[in-house]
């Protein structure tokens, strides 16, 4: 939200010797964040009124002309492009050497070989407005010769971009007379005052609306007034100005009144054509549902029974508190209007909002919870800027203010000794007193305690326990104005965390061995879990989501995490990530489940087949050495068990023992055709707890071999679908003297299509003494006839 001092300055006096910088330092430690500011209109100095004296046609040129203008001390002649002006109108002129906004410099230039010095501007150019349809037409009384900083005085200002997110909780200070009366408090300035003149809203006859509102303390306010005999036009220059400054095309009289009356008190309104409110009357209610209703911005919306509207005799007309509906706004034959300033439920306006996907200024001011009492102030105010435009206009009937629910009043009590013991500092009371009464408080002195009453644009919900009213006397005395002092508590040394201890662990393993570490969010939509077949069962579902996508919790990390390795393709094929979250469910009892997850995912080039699984398995048994599990196995993925998108031959059941503790899978072609997915991708859906709570083994020293060993190698012809680990652990089991297997190469002949020729390394080793050839040759038969026991043979030849 941006924000104008010259704005502000109408309601206090800022002392001039306060510098912009300090300015801005002041608010952000006493109010909210300033992001930035910006100087506006200096530049205006070394722009002069200038009179058009001639007009030629350019010799080069058919759409440009040589324009000879008076700039009071001297004359030139300038190369112009624009058409909407004549000999005798003034407009400004800018002259070599003038830094116009966007830093753009005004130099000596030749155009089609004519030469041209300075140049004469437009709105933009300047800065009042957007406009670049022609030459700024100034007023012919102004003097030839005279800066526009003169003219336009309102036009030197300071814009400061203000934080919505630092003022979510004041809704007072969406407008600028809640900074005015900020500033006021900072540098004790009376602010003027904005009080309720009812007489100035009588009018005579009938009113030409009528309303009734149906929809009870869902508006607590609703406020209008009927007005004639006016005609739509242009805005008062100022005016303009000020709402381009700060960020609103300027539109018309009647638009430009309810954005600038919201943009001064923060009191959004809406400036009906009463000719179209169809049966003279305005029925306020919840929506049937499927109404279907265009808005102002030509998008249509559907409403349901959820949803606040204004109606006429033809239906919905406004989604209330966020846009008007297309046909309600005025227009330029528009005579007679009806001002709207209501207040309403801020959570309905939220709901609203989110489900038709619009954000607008008066939806971001609504939910907020606005003070009611501005509704009133706001028609009056839009009243007198409508006079502005048209002085003849006729208020029909009296004003509409229906009131269904008024903010309570708060009266806190508090005392000195509190606020000053709770700030850690020692303040005067009449520092205190001084500082609430700015504010707009009421202070009551019973004894030693402060009764202070809240104004009504503090207590919708800002101030209501003494703890705010010391917030409140800190911002403005200034916390940077207190001595820090460290809290004085016991130390007491944390009880270990041993889960955060292993999930560092697995983090710094992961990390070193090559894998980059992504994060997601938890939050995720049904439709993204299909895509892996996830149960809808237990779901957790959000009440009052953010976005369609993200209405309840993940109850997986696969699909985002999916997602990442997607994203992270459109750079490269190779690289390695991974993991550690929460997944969210529900049992049948209605308990929340939390479990942690560890997810690992390698993508690679597609050549060799299952190049990635060998890759991420490799880096798996180094994660699960690191991590002290035990007997780790690796089992082939059941048919029953296995998932539509995992591949039905390169997957595989991690345990740890006789604990699962997750699987290993590439993605089958299918799948990663559907979503995108090249090269060759394989995963590792692990479970965090399992392996957090799975019993470790203890490193152990183990001296190094004083004996030489003797190495065994044979290959064998089994069955395509018989593992290694099989034959490993028939090896193994034949005697204690082999003290290691490993797996060395596999071939497929093909002469025997369901076979397959493995080759195998093996180390006998004795703890005792030196093998002699006989016990060798001993060794090595019995492990021959072991594996033809179980039907395993030696390849020939």
Known sequence: MKISLNWIKDFIEVDSSLSNQSLVENITLAVCEVEGFEETGGHLKDILVAEVIAIEPHPNADKLSLVTVDCGKHSRTVVCGASNFKVGDKVPFADEGTMLPGDFLIKKAVIRDVESCGMLCAEDELGFSEDHSGLMILESKYENGTSLDLLFPDQVDVVMEIDNKSITHRPDLWGHYG??????????????????????????????????????????????????????????????????????????????????????????????????????????????????????????????????????????????????????????????????????????????????????????????????????????????????????????????????????????KTSTEFICRRLGKNIPETEIVEILTYLGFSIEKKGESLIVDVPSHRRTKDVSIPEDLVEEIGRIHGFNHITPQAPVFPIQRPVFNLEHKFERLIKEVLAYIGFYEVYNYPLTCQKIEDVFGLSTNGIMKLRNPVADNQNQMRTSLLPHFTQSILENQKSTTEFEIFEIGRVYGKGSSGKINEQSRLVTGVSANKDPLGGAFFQLKSKLIKLFSRLKLDDIKWKPLRESARDSYQHKNISAEIYAGENQIGRIFSFSPEYMDLIGLTGDVCLADLDFEAMFSIEKRDYQFVPSAKYPAVFFELSLMIPKSTYFQELKGIIQGTDPLISKVDYLDVYFPKEYPDQKSISISMEFRSDTKTFDPDEITVLQDRVVETLADNGYRLREG
């Open 179 to 412: 900074f005015a009366r900020e500033f006021g408090t900072i540098f004790r300035t009376k602010v003027k005052e904005m009080n309720v003149d009812l007489d100035s809203l009588k009018g005579s006859g009938e009113r030409i609306i009528e309303v009734d509102v149906q929809a009870g303390e869902l508006v607590p306010r609703f406020t209008g007034l009927s007005i004639n005999q006016v005609k739509i036009s242009p805005s008062p220059s100022w005016i303009q100005h000020r709402l381009s400054r700060v960020g609103l095309r300027p539109i018309n009289n009647m638009v430009d009144l309810t954005n600038y009356v919201m943009l001064e008190v923060g009191q959004p309104m809406h400036a009906f054509d009463a000719a179209q409110i169809v049966g003279g009357k305005l029925t306020v209610r919840l929506a049937d549902k499927g109404t279907k209703l265009m808005t102002l911005y030509k998008k249509e919306v559907e409403l349901d029974e959820r949803d606040m509207t204004i109606c006429d005799a033809n239906g919905a007309s406004v989604v209330a508190g966020v846009i008007g509906g297309l046909n309600t706004g005025v227009i330029d034959s528009t005579q007679s209007v009806f001002l709207e300033a209501a207040n309403w439920d801020p959570v309905g306006i939220r709901k609203t909002s989110t489900k038709i996907g619009l954000r607008t200024d008066a939806c971001q001011r609504f939910e907020k919870s606005l003070d009611p009492e501005m509704s009133v102030i706001a028609i009056q105010r839009a009243v007198e800027l409508m006079k502005l435009t048209n002085p003849d206009l006729n208020i029909c009937g009296d004003l509409v203010d229906i009131i269904n629910k008024r903010n309570a009043p708060i009266a806190i």
